[in-house]
């Protein structure tokens, strides 16, 4: 069986997305852009807002190639944006890893 490394992702997988803020000057809004111009916003789970999750799926992502894939998180309040880049790999479509686990 193929390990599947923590930077790595399915074709046609919906992406779970999360972000921990670490900073003074906490964001009023936090999108996130992956590779082709899809986005979502994230909501804050506490009221701190030192904690986001999101989810982002296209019905297009059944067809996303093998290779590098990048998430742009961007975080913004009155003062200031924060831009940071998380990059992932394609490998395979997820019904290769789900019929591999049904052959076991």
């Known amino acids: 069986m193929r390990r599947v490394q923590e930077d790595?992702?399915?074709s046609g997988q919906e992406n779970d997305l999360s972000c921990r803020v670490i900073?003074?000057?906490?964001?009023d809004t936090l999108e996130v852009?992956?590779?082709?111009?899809?986005?979502?916003?994230?909501?804050?789970?506490n009221s701190d807002k030192?904690?986001?999750t999101g989810e982002l799926y296209d019905s297009s992502f059944e067809k996303l190639p093998d290779g590098p894939v990048s998430f742009t998180f961007t975080a913004k309040n009155e003062n200031n944006t924060k831009v940071?880049?998380?990059?992932?790999?394609?490998?395979?479509?997820w019904t290769e890893y789900f019929r591999s686990h049904r052959i076991k």
């Open 8 to 10: 790595t992702t399915y």
């Open 23 to 27: 900073a003074t000057g906490l964001p």
């Open 33 to 45: 852009t992956m590779t082709g111009g899809y986005t979502t916003q994230l909501t804050p789970t």
């Open 50 to 52: 030192t904690l986001w």
């Open 84 to 93: 940071d880049v998380v990059s992932v790999v394609i490998s395979d479509d």
